[in-house]
């Protein structure tokens, strides 16, 4: 592994000792410093190979692969069926996501679209009620809410079509199926969400009679989670592949669960899905290059237009996100978010003005709204005029392998286990992500976000996302890999990670352990987590900010290439998470 390979980052690296820069390879030959700021929490280091996700098996199972030969997406793969079985919160067959490829054979990023899709009945009012109101209960808490599964597809393709062909598809399987078969223990993260999530699930005695003890409370810490059903499903798919889910028994079983519900997904909608391979949408940052997720996710729309605002802010340096700049941020996100709000959807259904929203000169133009002395208040905020968006129930993971691949994925089942339902004989959790449709113009969806005709429901459409799996690369080669769960905070969770990293300087580890900041236009409300200092919350009150100080925010699991090697850091928001490498 080239491990030089960062040549802005590795200036942005360079630490700042008694006032002094050193580059870090020169640091790395002196006895360790007793001061060293980006260190002061260590990032797991490796030479060959990293993976960073939320449970500690499936990390390991990624390494596993990668051991064995196996390619940054032979890994992927392989994590993503297994968390289906030790993180079934938001791990996931029965959800979908968005996964970004970078191959360093010929520098190229790709991007796989493996969201839900709602059913060829779905229409414009599904989620509305007989008074035309919008109805939570049809968009979060019933059959309607099921968007028809992409994970075990995209899984495929990627495989498929960027796998190294030296492990087989059975080979990435083996080990989800032999946890599900076998049981896990239950370890803090799964004793901590199940409790959240019991009310939900006691409803469907599919699964209960998995996650819940005879009497309907939750399985404790220490004890077995055993998924028969599961490892059958998985042990279809690894004989017969992404067919063995879309196509026959199972098949059948996740359609009739969805219409006990009282939803209408049907065979065909399962057996006619298809994931998409799409242009990553790219935009340069400080001199890097950044590629993230298209729409049907606005996250990566949002992620470079932001970034491009505070460029063209032109900020000064500073060691720290200081109340200054926090409060430009906050302007631009508002910005963002309220464009959000009006261009972007699945855009196999709508015209997305990508192009226009992540140009700098739009960014330009943008900032001249933005009073460097004043918060905006949100209702003044609007759309712009084009020339021509708590959580855990989402996880993120990023991996990368000796030869420089890489491969950032989010995937989500919407809610912490989403919508409570397993369809009963195939141990598949289904998702509730049809509720990320706009329900009603102007009536926000349970992450508070609002949305309008771009985002409303439709036959086969996708409903509108805010994943960001993002890749940074200098001069074509792969310099960081990131993402995260949260919902309407994925993407400021993203950008506090990027910005704490290519501004401030922080090691990867202080980057992601940070305090961050959220502001999606609507509420408006500047969203801070604990640990902001309260002098920087003041100074932000002062320039008219209404500070909320909220749960923790996102769980961005990243790695960072640096001249020590990967540098892997889980993100300690949420439990179990494991940074892995060789
Ligand atoms: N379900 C949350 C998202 O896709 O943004």
């Known amino acids: 592994m080239d491990m030089m390979n960062c040549k802005r980052l590795c200036l942005a690296l360079s630490l700042s000792l008694y006032g002094m820069q050193f580059p870090v390879a020169v640091l790395a030959q002196q006895a360790a410093p007793i001061i060293a700021d980006q260190y002061r929490q260590q990032p797991v280091i490796a030479a060959r190979g990293m993976v960073v996700s939320q449970e500690a098996q499936a990390s390991r199972i990624g390494v596993d692969i990668l051991k064995k030969g196996g390619n940054a997406v032979d890994a992927a793969v392989a994590v993503g069926f297994a968390l289906a079985v030790t993180l079934p919160r938001a791990g996931n067959i029965g959800g979908g996501g968005f996964m970004l490829v970078h191959l360093a054979k010929d520098r190229q990023t790709h991007a796989i679209d493996y969201r839900e899709t709602a059913p060829a009945s779905a229409s414009r009012d599904m989620f509305l009620d007989a008074q035309g109101n919008a109805d939570t209960r049809k968009s979060r808490d019933s059959g309607l809410a099921v968007g028809v599964p992409g994970t075990v597809a995209g899984l495929e393709l990627a495989f498929k079509t960027h796998g190294s062909g030296k492990v087989s598809w059975s080979e990435v399987l083996a080990p989800a199926v032999a946890l599900a078969k076998n049981g896990i223990v239950v370890e803090e993260d799964l004793a901590d969400s199940l409790p959240q999530a019991q009310k939900r699930l006691a409803q469907y005695p599919s699964s209960a009679k998995i996650f819940l003890k005879a009497d309907l409370s939750p399985l404790a810490q220490g004890e077995r989670l055993v998924q028969s059903d599961l490892a059958q499903t998985l042990e279809l798919i690894a004989a017969r592949g992404s067919a063995g889910f879309y196509r026959g028994e199972v098949a059948q079983k996740l359609s009739a669960a969805v219409s006990t519900a009282g939803g209408t997904m049907t065979d065909e909608d399962l057996a006619t899905y298809q994931p998409v391979i799409r242009k990553p949408v790219t935009g340069i940052y400080q001199g890097l290059q950044i590629a993230s997720m298209p729409p049907p996710s606005s996250g990566g729309v949002h992620v470079i237009e932001i970034l491009n605002m505070l460029e063209a802010l032109k900020l000064p340096p500073s060691a720290a996100p ?146 960001s799996p993002t890749i940074l690369l200098d001069q074509g080669k792969v310099v960081m890999v990131t993402g995260s769960p949260g919902g309407s905070r994925i993407i400021s969770t993203v950008l506090n990670v990027v910005t704490n990293i290519v501004d401030h300087k922080m090691g990867v580890m202080e980057a992601v352990t940070a305090p961050r900041l959220h502001h999606q236009w609507l509420p408006d409300e500047l969203r801070v987590e604990r640990g902001l200092s309260p002098d920087t919350a003041k100074l932000l009150e002062a320039k008219g900010h209404k500070i909320v100080v909220g749960a923790a925010s996102g769980s961005a699991h990243t790695i960072l290439v640096t001249p020590r090697g990967l540098e892997g850091a889980g993100d300690q928001r949420q439990r179990g998470t494991l940074a892995a490498g060789y």
């Open 322 to 467: 200081d109340a200054e700049r926090l409060h430009l941020f906050a302007e631009a996100m508002k910005i963002a978010y309220a464009d959000r709000s009006e261009y972007l959807g699945d855009p196999d259904f709508v015209t997305v003005p990508v192009a226009a929203l992540t140009s700098k000169r739009y960014a330009q133009a943008r900032i001249k709204e933005i009073d460097p002395a004043k918060a905006r208040p949100a209702r003044e905020i609007k759309p712009g005029q084009l020339a021509p968006y708590e959580s855990d129930q989402t996880t993120h993971y990023s991996i990368m392998d000796a030869e420089g691949n890489a491969v950032a994925n989010t995937y989500t089942l919407n809610f912490s286990y989403g919508l409570g339902l397993v369809a009963e004989g195939t141990g598949v959790m289904l998702n509730n992500e049809l509720d990320d449709f706009a329900a009603k113009a102007g009536v926000p969806n349970a992450f508070g976000l609002v949305g309008g005709d771009a985002n409303a429901p439709a036959p086969r459409k996708r409903p509108l996302s805010s994943m």
